[in-house]
C-alpha cells in the first residue's frame, strides 16, 4: 500500500542524511567512523520499516527480490520512484544545511607516500559487486520462508546493520562504498561530482543483485523440498523484509 511506498522514501532519506552525514567532519571523519554510521543507521531504519515497506532502502535489493519472485514488478518500480525520491532530497537537504554534501564516492588514487596503488575502475566494479551480493544474500535469507523469524524482532535488524558495517569498513578507503545505485549517485549527482567511471557503482549492484537473486533461488531450492510451501507465518505482510510475498 501507500504507506510501505512512502516508507521506502522515508527510509532511504534516513539512510542517505545520516550516513553521508557521517563524512561531514573532514578529516575526522575515519572508515570506522562512516562504517559505524551506516550500519548503526540502517539497522535503525530496517526495525521501524521492516514491517510497512519491507525497508528495502536500495535499488538492488528490490530488484534481488523482485528476480527471487518476493514481490512484483510494479512494487518493486514503486519503490524505485521513492527511493529516487529519497536518495536526492537528503544530499540537497545536507547541501542547505552544511554549504556541501558530505559522503560523494570516488576510487581510491595513488599514495605514493603509503605505496598504496590507485583502485581501477575493473577493480571498483568487483568490489562494489561482491559488497552488494553479500547484502542480498543476507536479506534473501531473512525472507526465506522456512526460517522462523518474526517481524519486531532484532536479530535481522542487528543482522543487516553488522553486514553494512563490515562492508563500510573495507570498502570505504577502497570505493567509498555505494553498494546501493541511489547512495553512489545521487550525492555526487547533486554534488556535480559525477566521476568517469561513476557508470560502476550503477552497474556493480544491479549486476549483483540480479546473481544474488537468481543463484540464491538456486541454493535454497535445492535445499528445501518442497520449495514455496504455504507457510502462515509468513503471509503477506508478516515477512520481513519482503513484505507482500504474493503479487499486488
Known sequence: GSSGINAE???TFSLV???CGAAAHGSDSTPTHIAFAFGFGIATAVHMFS???????NPAVSLALFVAQ??????????WIMQILGGTVAPALWYLLNGEIPGTVSLREDHFATKVDAI????????????????????????????????????????VGICIFVIHLVLVPMTGC????????????????VHSYHWIYVVGPFIASILGGITYELIVATHYKPWRTHDKRHDGNNIILANNVAHD
Not at 178 to 193: C, S, T
Request: include cysteine; charged fraction near 15%.
Open 9 to 11: 522514501y522515508g527510509g
Open 17 to 19: 542524511f545520516w550516513g
Open 51 to 57: 514491517d510497512v515497506s519491507g525497508a528495502h532502502f
Open 70 to 79: 518476493k514481490i512484483s514488478f510494479v512494487r518493486c518500480l514503486l519503490y
Open 120 to 159: 581501477q575502475p575493473w577493480q571498483g566494479l568487483l568490489l562494489e559487486m561482491l559488497g552488494t551480493l553479500m547484502l542480498v544474500y543476507l536479506i534473501l535469507a531473512a525472507t526465506n520462508v522456512h526460517r522462523d523469524m518474526n517481524v519486531g524482532s532484532y536479530d535481522v535488524p542487528l543482522a
Open 178 to 193: 555505494g553498494i546501493n545505485p541511489i547512495r553512489g549517485l545521487m550525492p555526487n549527482v547533486i554534488a556535480d561530482e
